[in-house]
């Protein structure tokens, strides 16, 4: 891994200082999260502008999987919670807009196909 020193101004520190702590992270994990979903949209070309606030990113099997956008929240994660809680509930359990649960269940309407296979892959893989 390469090390690299980068400037930032006051309010946007603070500000990612705060939502870093809001989402159980170090700084310094946010800061990574957030470039490798910027970085990894952008070569992939795959964010759909319907739904501003999902991206993909490259989980730990090398495959690309949806997720919220500023949070490490797959997609199939809320949708799996849908099954069995309201999205305002998923938003309270989750600590997140409301909206940003709405929007994550009307991209699995549109994705269906795709999150589904994530979703029955995970299972596969369960004991």
Known sequence: MTRYALNLPNELKRDAERLAKKQGVSLNQFILWSVAE?????????????FPN????????????????????????????????????IAEDYDLPHTQIQEALGFYKIHRTEIDAHIQAEAALEP
């Open 38 to 50: 910027k970085v990894g949209g952008l070569l992939q070309g795959l964010d759909d502008p319907e």
């Open 54 to 89: 999902i991206t993909y990113r490259r989980g730990a099997s090398g495959s690309l999987s949806p997720i919220l956008r500023g949070t490490g929240i797959r997609v199939q994660t809320i949708v799996i919670a849908a099954q069995n809680n309201t999205p305002a509930e």
